[in-house]
């Protein structure tokens, strides 16, 4: 295949699952950030570099965030929000972190391309990304790509969406934004 012709199937293939992604739920992610006293963040592998970048985005806009996993995250506690991401529907860490997340009484958005899964049934909010997973891709395999890339790739576009909503939402300019990016690079 002719690299041009690989590239306009990547670009229509991401372009296809991300217009299927409910308006609705890209603003039901934006309130609930808007709401939460702070955001608390989990995925595994390629969905948590997402969901990282997507973390790092919302402390430019002065949100208190945190990546679970990382030695400086507090407690979670009512009040708080919980975003996680699995594209299957189910990891074990996930269920033990939204386990924990539920006994503390914090809300908690899921995506995944599987909200039929138990786990996504018991969030709060549900974004469905109708795309491959890795689970999808041994079975029914519907993307040219390898794995999870496409479901990661829409990921990826609707927190950065989300990203632009909140910035006007919470009245961020660039320039407020660029005065918390690190000065230690």
């Given at each position: 295949?002719?690299?041009?012709?690989?590239?306009?199937?990547v670009?229509?293939?991401?372009?296809?699952?991300?217009?299927?992604?409910?308006?609705?739920?890209?603003?039901?992610?934006?309130?609930e950030?808007?709401?939460?006293?702070?955001?608390?963040?989990?995925?595994?592998?390629?969905?948590?570099?997402?969901?990282?970048?997507?973390?790092?985005?919302?402390?430019?806009?002065?949100?208190?965030?945190?990546?679970?996993?990382?030695?400086?995250?507090?407690?979670?506690?009512?009040?708080d929000?919980?975003?996680?991401s699995?594209?299957?529907?189910?990891?074990?860490?996930?269920?033990?972190?939204?386990?924990?997340?539920?006994?503390?009484?914090?809300?908690?958005?899921?995506?995944?391309?599987?909200?039929?899964?138990?786990?996504?049934?018991?969030?709060?909010?549900?974004?469905?990304?109708?795309?491959?997973?890795?689970?999808?891709?041994?079975?029914?395999?519907?993307?040219?790509?390898?794995?999870?890339?496409?479901?990661?790739?829409?990921?990826?576009?609707?927190?950065?969406?989300?990203?632009?909503?909140?910035?006007?939402?919470?009245?961020?300019?660039?320039?407020?934004?660029?005065?918390?990016?690190?000065?230690?690079?």
């Open positions: 295949m002719q690299l041009t012709a690989l590239k306009q199937d670009i229509t293939e991401l372009a296809a699952v991300y217009n299927q992604v409910k308006d609705e739920a890209i603003m039901n992610l934006v309130e950030i808007v709401r939460a006293k702070r955001v608390f963040i989990y995925g595994l592998g390629r969905e948590r570099l997402m969901l990282q970048a997507f973390a790092m985005r919302l402390m430019h806009l002065g949100v208190q965030v945190y990546m679970v996993g990382d030695v400086t995250t507090p407690g979670i506690s009512e009040g929000l919980f975003i996680t699995s594209g299957t529907g189910h990891l074990s860490t996930v269920a033990a972190l939204q386990s924990i997340a539920q006994n503390a009484k914090a809300r908690i958005v899921f995506i995944t391309a599987h909200p039929e899964a138990p786990l996504p049934r018991a969030a709060d909010a549900v974004i469905k990304i109708p795309a491959q997973t890795m689970k999808d891709s041994s079975q029914n395999k519907t993307s040219r790509q390898p794995m999870g890339s496409l479901f990661e790739q829409a990921q990826l576009l609707l927190l950065d969406t989300a990203v632009i909503l909140l910035q006007e939402r919470l009245q961020q300019k660039d320039e407020d934004m660029e005065k918390r990016h690190t000065n230690l690079e």
